[in-house]
């Protein structure tokens, strides 16, 4: 089932509220990494073309 705008909307603010009150502190990369892609991946639910832009600004590791 898909869902609204608002109801994507909702969960990216309490994703983004959520990781404000925890915090990143004392995080292993991995998990950082993990939680940042989350909301990457709700930003992308929002609006498609960020996903196609994005694609752009990914720099492959050394």
Known sequence: MCST???RL???T???DEL???G?????P???AERVAGIWSLV???DPEIARRRT???VPES
């Open 5 to 7: 705008h608002g109801e």
């Open 10 to 12: 909702a969960r990216l």
């Open 14 to 16: 309490q994703a983004i």
């Open 20 to 22: 404000a009150t925890e």
């Open 24 to 28: 990143l502190t004392g995080l292993p």
């Open 30 to 32: 991995a998990a950082w």
């Open 44 to 46: 992308e639910g929002l």
């Open 56 to 58: 752009h600004y990914y």
